[in-house]
């Protein structure tokens, strides 16, 4: 089964941080870009960051730029961001997706994601 | 940084009718257009991609449509299961790669 499994979310203050990580089992995960895609409460979608599968291309939404650093272990079939500096407006739910094979900026599998919540 | 602009905001449809949804690109994305389907407490799920093509296991149902700036999401005989948000996605220049805000499908 092609799956996506993110841990590490948490309450955390502001300017602290707080590391993700996204576990991929069920396909060959060094064939695929990743990213990350996440979630204000009720509110709609907002990508944060992607890395191709050889971690040559990466990208940034301008909210976290220099502040997150998107990573990936291939031989750990593992997708990670590192979080600093944490805001208030980060507080959201973090999904890692996978690239399509034909389309690696179209997102075919979704984890369940890992909350964040970013309060004093 | 392209803005994706859908509408309406909320549509309303009644079950086994034709539902039409639109999303606008602030400059062309080419056919690098992607419509997903979000129910409340779930992740999204990929229907369409390069603007018309369906994802594995998407319903004919569901069609897309549109190139460069205009796109549309037909829906043409609602089930139960459809009454959802949809979100558009351009994946032509990224990063970033950027959503629309949403339309809530509701049941009439």
């Known amino acids: 089964e092609v799956q996506l499994v993110e841990s590490g979310g948490g309450l955390v203050q502001p300017g602290r941080s707080l590391r993700l990580s996204c576990a991929a089992s069920?396909?060959?995960?060094?064939?695929?870009?990743m990213h990350w895609v996440r979630q204000a409460p009720g509110k709609g979608l907002e990508w944060v960051s992607g890395?191709?599968?050889?971690?040559?291309?990466?990208g940034y939404a301008d909210s976290v730029k220099g502040r997150f650093t998107i990573s990936r272990d291939n031989a750990k079939n593992s997708l990670y961001l590192q979080m600093n500096s944490l805001r208030a407006e980060d507080t959201a739910l973090y999904y890692c997706?996978?690239?399509?094979?034909?389309?690696?900026?179209?997102?075919?599998?979704w984890g369940q994601g890992t909350m964040v919540t970013v309060s004093s | 940084e392209i803005v994706m602009t859908q509408s309406p905001a909320t549509l309303s449809v009644s079950p086994g009718e034709r539902a039409t949804l639109s999303c606008r690109a602030s400059?062309?994305?080419?056919?690098?257009l992607a419509w997903y389907q979000q129910k409340p407490g779930q992740a999204p799920r990929l229907l369409i991609y390069?603007?018309?093509t369906r994802a594995t296991g998407i319903p004919a149902r569901f069609s897309g449509s549109g190139s460069g700036t205009e796109f549309t999401l037909t829906i043409s005989s609602l089930q139960s299961e459809d009454f959802a948000v949809y979100y558009c996605?351009?994946?032509?220049?990224?990063?970033?790669?950027?959503f629309g805000q949403g339309t809530k499908l509701e049941i009439k």
């Open positions: 400059q062309s994305v080419s056919s690098n």
């Open positions: 069920g396909f060959t995960f060094d064939d695929y870009a």
């Open positions: 890395i191709s599968w050889n971690s040559g291309s990466i």
């Open positions: 390069g603007a018309s």
């Open positions: 996605q351009q994946y032509n220049n990224w990063p970033p790669n950027t």
């Open positions: 997706a996978k690239g399509l094979a034909a389309a690696p900026g179209a997102f075919d599998i």
